[in-house]
């Protein structure tokens, strides 16, 4: 379950996230967050704990070559990377030759990045994006603000509005930036 959400503004990424836990019908306000960073790199993570917990402890981001193009690294370097820790870990599967493990979002060098299942890296061509089960409140709330709200206030009413139709999202919220 949770919501996730990333807005980019002035070349920073903002990411915030709630806190609940959830298995089945049941809920819990965890302690350990789902957002965190890590170098020059913030996260916000859906899909298990035990996925955080690999790539909050166990990921180092591979450098980029200077001048190497941003996409291109996040699609390559830094998702071969991941996929590494994520299998040394236990947490990916593969089933019919697919390899799969979780979603979230990454914000790096003021782009905003979302990382799907299957490892796919897609940029919005919006100034935000989300994922998790409240990701279509939150998507909805963000296209409806105003813009001269402060960022941290957007991803607070953005986070506000999916805990409102959503069951599986919860306060408190985290915000994290770089």
């Not at 890590?38 to 955080?52: A, E, L, Y």
């Not at 166990?58 to 699609?75: H, N, T, V, W």
């Not at 991941?82 to 979780?102: A, C, D, F, P």
């Amino acid at each position: 379950m949770t919501c996730i959400v990333g807005i980019i503004e002035k070349n920073k990424v903002y990411i915030g996230g709630d806190s609940a836990g959830v298995s089945g019908y049941d809920i819990t306000v965890r302690k350990d967050t789902k957002v965190f960073k890590i170098d020059n790199f913030v996260f916000g993570c859906t899909s298990s704990f035990r996925m955080i917990q690999l790539i909050m402890f166990s990921f180092k981001p591979p450098k980029r070559l200077g001048d190497e193009d941003i996409f291109k690294y996040i699609c390559t370097s830094f998702i071969n990377e991941l996929r590494l820790v994520l299998s040394k870990g236990g947490y990916t599967k593969i089933n019919n030759n697919e390899e799969t493990g979780g979603i979230f979002l990454v914000g790096y060098c003021g782009r905003l990045f979302k990382i799907e299942e299957d490892f796919q890296v897609s940029e919005s061509v919006d100034y935000y994006n989300a994922c998790g089960c409240g990701e279509s409140y939150a998507k909805g709330a963000l296209f409806m603000m105003d813009s001269k709200m402060k960022v941290k206030d957007k991803i607070i009413k953005a986070l506000e509005t999916a805990t409102y139709f959503s069951v599986g999202v919860r306060p408190p919220f985290i915000i994290e930036s770089v």
